[in-house]
């Protein structure tokens, strides 16, 4: 779920590991999940993933650049958080360690997140509260970062092959928008429909779809 583009305002190098918590956080989280070291060690693993590396490229180029303090492993029982993390405007990407089991789906949030990144900085006047602007950017980042690969769908349940991931992208763009006190009901379902073919078929950065 995106709120909104990363605070780059930090010094750090965009290669460094990401810094100890320090004092206040636990050493486990809470509940499922992995031990919050592990997360930490697997967020640092997924900066050498290749779609991770491109987006981080593209943002830098594009003056935005996602410095590694604001990649956050996070206990992710906050109101307002999504179940595998967010960004969030001047703030950076959480990964909810909580509900982090396998390095995959830490790749992915990870991936998902830059994307929304990614097109605040592109946009400059996007606006998060806009129903058409939030759903170009869930279309997007469903779409563009292999969320809705039929492999993931397989293991999630959905086992139609034709025309599966064009409905992935919908279901999912969907569930993430509805979380947006502003696009809630029919507003959301327009607002995808309203912007489906031009945010669908845009995937920059990227040359076509991965």
Known sequence: MAEAAPDTGSGAAAGAPIPDAGTGVETTIRGSGMPFRECVDRINKSLDHPKVRFLREHMLKAGCPVWVQLLMPLNCNSEGLSYAGGYARGKGISVCCNHMTFQDEINQVLIHELIHAYDDCRA????WSNCAH????????????GDCH????LLRGYTKLRGHE????KRRALKSLQLNPNCSGAAAKDAIEAVWD???NDTYPFERAP
């Open 150 to 153: 039929y492999k993931r769908e």
């Open 134 to 145: 939030h759903a170009c950017s869930e279309i997007r980042a469903n779409h563009l970062s």
């Open 166 to 169: 064009q409905e992935c992208v």
């Open 198 to 200: 031009i945010c669908y």
């Open 124 to 127: 400059k006047n996007i606006t």
